[in-house]
């Protein structure tokens, strides 16, 4: 298959594909997308410089996109999130939730990471911090759950210990809309949370915008995020585009692991 452009490890990707049942045109369509990263060469960094990690949600992407087996009926930014995180996150893991809410991201990374593993979670809001205790409680699940802003995340963890961390940016689900993050401290929290990732972690962010929070933080964050050191991290922005109103924005960064980066 190297008249195709493909390697080994290339040629393994379409024969999971094809052992799904997918269909022959699905495989064919996937088979150009995969082949237009470049030029497939033996290393630890493939695709013309996309990582084995970033392959994989590449694939679950497309997957939900040309299975009608595997369709996630009325996906959402929640689902496609939790989605991505399930796929890596297992028993043990060292999680941080930098907006808790109303708790349900919180209560889904404990349940993930089961009870030998550590949650974290954050929020400026009292309000936010006692819906987050009450539900944790109801699911007989336990986490650090802290009255604080996320900007401060690095004051509870070590450097590069934190397997996922997840950001919903915007503001807190049947609160107060006046009350929302704001560009500075998010971005702040975002470049202290890739300094605690793992080697090989990823970290989620959701973008909420619109309404009375404006515009300003996703644009801003948008930009900042093309900042973000390529020799490091591996940034995916995923957009909802015939979505009506002003659809959430959901990106996942990842971090190289060494053998990555040679």
């Not at 996109?65 to 297992?90: C, F, K, P, Q, W």
């Not at 390529?230 to 960064?253: A, C, G, L, M, Y």
Request: glycine share 10%.
């Amino acid at each position: 298959h190297a008249g195709r452009g493909y390697n080994a490890r290339g040629f393994g990707v379409l024969q999971i594909l094809r052992r799904r049942n997918m269909p022959r045109r699905s495989i064919s369509v996937i088979s150009r997308e995969i082949n237009c990263f470049g030029k497939v060469f033996d290393g630890k960094r493939l695709f013309g410089g996309i990582s084995r990690e970033i392959l994989k949600l590449f694939v679950f992407l497309r997957l939900h996109d040309y299975n009608s087996a595997d369709i996630i009926s009325n996906m959402n930014a929640t689902e496609l999130v939790h989605s991505i995180i399930n796929g890596r996150i297992g028993a043990g893991a060292f999680c941080i939730d930098a907006t808790a809410g109303r708790g349900r991201d919180t209560a889904y990374l404990c349940e993930l990471v089961g009870p030998c593993g550590r949650v974290i979670a954050f929020d400026i809001q009292q309000e936010a911090v006692d819906s987050t205790n009450a539900l944790l409680a109801a699911r007989g699940l336990r986490a650090e759950v802290h009255l604080d802003s996320h900007s401060n995340m690095a004051n509870y963890a070590e450097p590069e210990t934190v397997d996922c961390i997840v950001f919903n940016l915007g503001w807190l689900p049947g609160g107060d809309h006046r009350i929302f993050t704001h560009a500075d401290t998010s971005f702040a929290a975002i470049s202290a949370g890739l300094e605690l990732l793992k080697k090989g972690g990823l970290m989620c962010v959701t973008i909420y915008h619109g309404g009375a929070t404006g515009f300003e933080e996703r644009d801003t964050l948008l930009e900042l995020l093309r900042e973000i050191d390529s020799d490091r991290f591996q940034v995916i922005s995923t957009f909802f585009h015939n979505w009506k109103k002003e659809p959430p924005i959901p990106i996942f960064i990842y971090k190289y692991t060494d053998s990555e980066r040679d």
